[in-house]
């Protein structure tokens, strides 16, 4: 049977998960609305690893809390009824912040694909215009056969 202190850990862990995807709810909010743009792609690679780390701690979070996971709920002693009430409700804030990162990552990736593929598809372009141009270039070169100036 679960002690107090356990469901203690328990919030602390639910209240640090909800901390770590809020942040990430606004780092990817950003990546979102740097996505696609050139000019900002030290900004989005500054933001990448930030939300990497929040990443990584929230790895980290969720490991720790697994063995809560096995535990039946109505078991856990808590302070309070109301502080049993913020942290359910408190989880399911968090199920639903982790939606919204999932389909802010969807339209993140979407733009970043879309926005490679008009690159790549410009840098065909041009090399099929380099490989023209030089192609014409080699048609249009004078040829020299030289002149044969040996005496027989």
Known sequence: MPCIEETDQLVQLIDQKHEVLTQLLTLSQYQLRLAGHSDYIDDLMRVLAAKQTLIERLTHIDRTMD??????????????ASERTQCSQKARHCEVLLTELKQLEQKSTEIVTTHRD?????????NTSVDSASAYNDMNAPTSRGF?????
Not at 67 to 80: G, K, L, V
Not at 118 to 126: C, F, G, M, P, R
Not at 148 to 152: F, G, H, P, S
Request: zero cysteines.
């Open 148 to 152: 044969d100036l040996t005496a027989e």
């Open 67 to 80: 063995p809560f996971r096995q535990q039946n709920p109505d078991t856990r002693i808590w302070r309070s």
């Open 118 to 126: 008009e690159i790549s598809k410009l840098l065909q372009e041009t």
